[in-house]
């Protein structure tokens, strides 16, 4: 009985997320400003306090940081100004880093801050202040299907979670019967004198030689294509086509 | 800093759920929003949610496979954002406006 309760208790999170998002896009009768906080808050907490009891172990820095990712990601969705969107966007690819920290990937951390924050932000930034309008444009403030896009995205969550969680339940349980702990060995421990750096470094210049070649050739054709897109001018049969459909 | 199988895979599965959530928000993101620019985001999230469950998995096994696989996602998000922001600024050029709707005329 305890645990069908638990496992209502699992599925009544995604429920209480899902209305929070609901109630924070754009477009809605605002009922109160608060109220999707709140939700999101005891959503929030409430995930924590299930996956911590099914799970056993907490771990303070990480659950910081997995808040600060999920309101991020959250006010990305929901925000109705797209540079607010882009700067909760940056909130949420920091504490992602802090994660990559927390796993031992220094080097990705450092990438990420720098290639995403750093480069793509400012991009999309650009982008934002270029297609500024004076008032804020319909079609930010109404959002489209809200009700079924969130039903959708929570059912998966709701999905993917317990799938995950029950079979780390049924993995602890068949370890701790046969009493062996599988040996699981940190990231890099085989090669403890290296840093991270330097073995991810090795790591793509042998195992992923045609993969880094490739990615660079791919960098290569994603420069031409912005060039090509960026420098092309406006002809009059484009300009026909825009004025037909619209 | 981890060294605990046991803290190891918990550190994993709960990796895993936060990749789950992050994916899932990206997704209801990707749908429900109109903005040009918030769609794009939005997948950019759903990368960051994929990164996530990378990292957790990477950081259970001894090998390196999850960051290369990881430092390749953000190889692919940079050209994604170039080449995407250009397409989004030629539309804008064309319609004066994000609006995915404005581009439904294919939808009949």
Redesign the interface.
């Known amino acids: 009985m305890t645990s069908f309760l638990g496992y209502l208790l699992f599925y009544l999170v995604p429920v209480i997320g899902g209305i929070a998002?609901y109630l924070a896009?754009p477009g809605r009768r605002r009922v109160s400003r608060i109220a999707p906080v709140l939700l999101g808050t005891a959503a929030i907490g409430a995930?924590i306090g299930v996956?911590t009891k099914h799970?056993?172990?907490s771990?303070v820095v990480?659950y910081v940081l997995?808040i600060l990712?999920?309101i991020g990601?959250?006010r990305?969705?929901?925000h109705r100004k797209?540079v607010y969107?882009?700067v909760y966007?940056i909130l949420?690819?920091l504490s992602?880093a802090g994660?990559?920290i927390?796993?031992?990937?220094e080097?990705?951390a450092a990438?990420?801050v720098i290639?995403?924050a750093g480069?793509?932000l400012v991009?999309?930034v650009f982008?934002?202040m270029?297609?500024q309008q004076s008032m804020p444009?319909?079609?930010?403030t109404?959002?489209?299907?809200?009700l079924?896009?969130?039903l959708?995205?929570?059912v998966?969550?709701a999905a993917?979670?317990s799938q995950?969680?029950t079979t780390?339940g049924a993995?602890?349980e068949a370890q701790a019967a046969a009493g062996t702990?599988?040996?699981?060995?940190?990231?890099?421990?085989?090669v403890k004198s290296w840093s991270?750096t330097l073995?991810?470094g090795t790591?793509?210049m042998t195992?992923?030689t045609v993969?880094f070649e490739a990615?660079g050739v791919?960098?290569l054709?994603?420069?031409i294509?912005?060039i090509a897109?960026?420098t092309?001018r406006?002809t009059a049969s484009?300009d026909q086509t825009?004025g037909g459909?619209? | 800093m981890m060294a605990d199988a046991a803290i190891l895979a918990a550190f994993k599965w709960h990796c895993m759920v936060l990749g789950a959530v992050l994916f899932g928000l990206g997704l209801i993101g990707f749908v429900a929003r109109r903005n040009l620019i918030v769609m794009f985001l939005s997948t950019e999230v759903m990368l960051q949610g994929v990164l996530v469950n990378l990292l957790g998995f990477n950081s259970v096994y001894p090998t390196l496979n999850g960051q290369s696989f990881a430092l390749f996602i953000l190889v692919v998000a940079a050209v994604e954002a170039a080449v995407g922001l250009g397409l989004i600024v030629f539309l804008y050029r064309l319609r004066r406006s994000l609006d995915s709707e404005a581009w439904r005329s294919m939808s009949g």
């Open positions: 998002v896009m995930m996956v799970l056993g172990h771990q990480f997995a990712s999920v990601a959250a990305v969705v929901t797209p969107s882009a966007f949420l690819v992602v994660i990559a927390l796993a031992g990937a080097y990705l990438a990420l290639i995403y480069a793509i991009t999309y982008v934002i270029l297609a444009p319909e079609y930010d109404q959002a489209r299907e809200p079924f896009s969130v959708a995205g929570f998966l969550i993917l979670a995950m969680v780390h993995l602890a702990a599988k040996p699981a060995a940190a990231a890099g421990a085989a991270n073995t991810l790591e793509l195992t992923y993969a990615a791919l960098l054709v994603g420069i294509g912005g897109l960026a092309r406006l484009s825009s459909a619209a």
